[in-house]
């Protein structure tokens, strides 16, 4: 892909399709991580004398107007972390806001309103997507967590704007995701965490073609206990993936892939803060296992010391309630204190690190959980594939 310092910007409106699906709260951004990673390409194009036109969506508005999903908020934040001022357009296509865009000066940027207020952005209307591409002389796409979508604004418009280009943020997510599947430093160990193997068949079979040992743990851990014939009281557990998981385990063993699977537990009678907890090495019948206990955190902490590549993504336990917090924020803590090459993806892999301070020793943290995933499932992204397919 051509990037954005290989494109003259002067006097050109610059489309950058950037990702501010960002949490709001009381009218405001609530956690600014995704808009702080795109300011470097943001900031490229205003030193470069482009005429700046962010889009992005918030949120699933559904096809239609919500100003409880409005952009306005985060025009806030953007302008706050410019120091510049940043217009807001009161709608992402029609005739104001073209003139408005039109309008632009080298160095000036306008906000377009939620591209999801219509639903011909998910739908990739040609319609549609010849609108906001009038808004364009320069399409960048910077919205990495968006790429797996074929939307209007990811890839629709693309092919109806005269030059397009990668952004820094998308640069670097290909950059670090694309040593994972080609080039990776070894021993490189992925951590898979959340609630279901059915969530994550694609990537677990593309990394274990990769990985030289692959940590499982969260919910998904009990569908695979449960192939071994172990006991997993009332923990979450797939049994129509039962047949699944044990092929996946016989294609690690065939592959000699150690997998490491929790071999003990915290447990309680329910799912939420209070419960009366223990640790145990067997899940009784009428207990849920809901985070891995001290022995796995430590077996996972010995095998992450190992590692020259991590790949991390989900979480290792119910992670959103204390105490079931514990062994995810120790692998975090672990990840962090490795000196390998560290990439962490997922809301709550990314939470995890950010509440333990250390996201500073984090190698990358990738803004695109879902994209992420199946970008290491090895199939082309749609939004990349707009890019190189026109580049």
């Known amino acids: 892909m051509r990037l954005i310092d290989a494109v003259d910007l002067r006097g050109k409106r610059v489309f950058i399709r950037v990702d501010f699906n960002v949490p709001l709260s009381d009218g405001k951004v609530a956690d600014a991580t995704r808009i702080d990673a795109t300011l470097p390409t943001i900031r490229y194009a205003l030193e470069h004398g482009g005429r700046v036109v962010l889009a992005s969506h918030l949120g699933r508005p559904k096809g239609k107007p919500n100003a409880a999903l409005s952009l306005a908020p985060v025009r806030a934040a953007v302008a706050e972390r410019l120091g510049s001022a940043v217009q807001m357009a009161p709608d992402c296509i029609g005739e104001p806001t073209q003139a408005l865009v039109d309008a632009l000066a080298a160095g000036e940027v306008v906000l377009l309103e939620n591209l999801r207020f219509h639903r011909e952005e998910e739908k990739n209307d040609e319609t549609f997507s010849r609108a906001l591409a009038r808004l364009a002389d320069v399409y960048v796409n910077d919205a990495f967590g968006t790429a797996h979508r074929a939307h209007a604004s990811t890839v629709g418009m693309v092919r109806f704007v005269p030059e397009r280009a990668a952004g820094f943020l998308l640069q670097r997510e290909c950059e670090y995701l694309g040593k994972v599947l080609s080039a990776p430093e070894r021993p490189l160990i992925a951590i898979l965490g959340g609630a279901k193997v059915s969530d994550k068949i694609k990537v677990i079979r593309s990394l274990l073609e990769r990985v030289d040992a692959l940590l499982i743990g969260g919910a998904m851990a009990y569908t695979f206990l449960g192939a071994q014939g172990l006991p997993t009281g009332k923990s979450l557990v797939e049994d129509e993936h039962i047949g699944l998981a044990d092929e996946l385990l016989r294609i690690a063993a065939n592959r000699k892939v150690e997998v490491l699977l929790p071999t003990d537990h915290i447990v309680a009678d329910q799912a939420r803060a209070g419960s009366p907890t223990a640790t ?112």
Do not use: K, Y
Not at 355 to 370: E, K, P
């Open 280 to 391: 145990v090495r067997e899940i009784p019948a009428n207990r849920i296992a809901l985070d891995i206990g001290p022995a796995t955190i430590e077996r996972f902490r010995r095998t992450i010391q190992t590692a020259r590549t991590i790949f991390w993504n989900g979480p290792l336990g119910m992670f959103e309630v204390t105490p079931f917090d514990a062994g995810t924020m120790a692998v975090a803590a672990a990840v962090a204190d490795s000196p390998a090459v560290s990439i962490v993806g997922g809301g709550d892999s990314v939470a995890a690190v950010m509440r333990s301070g250390r996201a500073g020793d984090i190698t990358h943290i990738s803004t695109g959980g879902g994209a992420s995933l199946e970008f290491l499932e090895g199939e082309p992204l749609p939004g990349l594939a707009a890019l190189e397919a026109t580049s």
